[in-house]
């Protein structure tokens, strides 16, 4: 049971790039989330998903996409990165709260430099 | 609106010092209530949850919490501080606003926990 996994750990992006974050999740969890995390500034959420086939927009979703193909996997999406795009990336993933009492389980992280 | 307050950036203790870390909430309705921890180059690990029931809630490592409905409180205890427990550690509520329970949590902005040998 590897729980939440993320790939890639690190990436290097020069501005105007683009690249996909994959998340992927084996605990059959319906709710999926990405978030960003900076210093100072807790985590911040950025699109989540409630089930496969549905995303939503969170508190910070300018400059990302997310699709949600298959129930385990959660992808985010940068079309043109931008320096003020460099941070630390989590997946979360969840029961639905209707099932659960709605805790989180979060990834290792991505952490994103755009230059 | 909802939100998730932790007034203490740092907090340093000595090992085997009690430690507590602080946390306030403002949600409507009942809140659920969670802490994790983050150790460095790690993603967050739940810690314990408040839904119901006693205001004392255990959690793993010998942490736990105590809710306090009436000063919006939900502050992080352990009796004796170990070394191994210095970390970042967020608190954090279920976002109830709207009309359907989409899961999502409030974060506060985090505390670092110094335990000095």
């Known amino acids: 049971n590897a729980g939440v996994t993320q790939t890639p750990k690190f990436r290097v992006l020069k501005t105007g790039q683009s690249m996909t974050l994959l998340c992927a999740q084996d605990?059959?969890?319906?709710?999926m989330y990405w978030y960003r995390q900076d210093p100072g500034m807790g985590l911040r959420l950025i699109h989540y998903?409630?089930?496969?086939?549905?995303?939503a927009k969170g508190e910070v979703p300018d400059g990302y996409n997310v699709s949600r193909l298959k129930k385990q996997n959660f992808l985010l999406g940068l079309e043109s990165a931008a320096p003020s795009q460099t941070s630390v990336y989590f997946c979360?993933?969840?029961?639905?709260?209707?099932?659960?009492?709605?805790?989180?389980?979060f990834g290792p992280g991505t952490r994103l430099t755009v230059l | 609106a909802q939100s998730v307050a932790q007034p203490e950036d740092q907090v340093n203790v000595a090992e085997g010092n009690p430690l507590t870390v602080k946390c306030t909430y403002s949600v409507s309705g009942n809140p659920y209530l969670f802490w994790y921890v983050q150790y460095p180059n790690r993603g967050l690990q739940f810690l314990l949850k408040?839904?119901?029931?006693?205001?004392l809630v255990k959690g793993s490592y010998g942490f736990e919490a105590e809710f306090n409905k009436s000063q919006t409180s939900f502050h992080l205890k352990k009796p004796s501080a170990l070394v191994s427990d210095s970390a970042l550690y967020f608190c954090?509520?279920?976002?109830?606003?709207?009309?359907?329970?989409?899961?999502?949590?409030?974060f506060g902005q985090g505390t670092t926990l110094q335990v000095k040998p």
């Open positions: 954090a509520v279920r976002d109830l606003s709207g009309s359907s329970n989409t899961g999502k949590l409030i």
């Open positions: 605990m059959n969890h319906e709710y």
């Open positions: 998903s409630v089930g496969e086939g549905t995303t």
């Open positions: 979360a993933s969840s029961y639905s709260p209707r099932s659960g009492t709605g805790e989180q389980f």
């Open positions: 408040y839904i119901t029931g006693d205001n």
